[in-house]
């Protein structure tokens, strides 16, 4: 009997790690190539949200918050051109400069800090967070964290790193749909 319970025991463990390490090859994967480059394409809205097509591929930019891109001036529509260069992070392309008709724009400095002060007012519902830890897996800011609460350890946004970029509530038009229990808004 011990022996059998024991088996059981080392094989859920096994499993468990196998499910975590799967996890994190995933998340390193869609780090690959973290080298700057440069892309051009049209402008999809969606949401709050600004996706780059360029070609096939379809791009989540990592800009800045909506209200420091309005107070730049930086306002494309749907279906205008644009040229970026950045990195891709977690699946999205974080953005440092834009090109749009004729202007560049620069949201990131030489360490990736942003350009403008303004910061987002994207929040989490503790009562809601479940503590998966997803939205900490899948932010191409690392603006999540998991901190300790009164209610256990919960995630935690960095305002003065968020992007705005919306991964946290919708997902990353790939493997994450989004936060599951509706816990984060803004």
Known sequence: MKLKLKSNTILIGLLGCIAILLAVSAISASDAGTES????????????????????????????????????????????????????????????????????????????????????????????????????NFCPNQAISMQKTANGVKAVIEQSLCSGCNVCIEGNLDRFRGCPTGAITK
Request: proline residues 5%; aromatic residues 8%.
């Open 37 to 136: 480059r440069e892309i051009t394409g049209t402008i999809t809205l969606s949401k709050d949200r600004h996706i780059l097509q360029s070609g096939k591929d379809k791009l989540i930019l990592s800009m800045l918050p909506p209200s420091a891109l309005d107070s730049l001036g930086f306002t494309p529509a749907e279906g205008d051109t644009l040229t970026v260069k950045g990195f891709m992070s977690r699946g999205v392309l974080v953005t440092e400069t834009a090109l749009w008709k004729g202007r560049t724009f620069a949201f990131r400095d030489s360490l990736y800090q942003f350009t403008r002060p303004e910061t987002g007012n994207w929040k989490v519902e503790p009562s809601g967070c479940i503590s998966c830890r997803l939205c900490v």
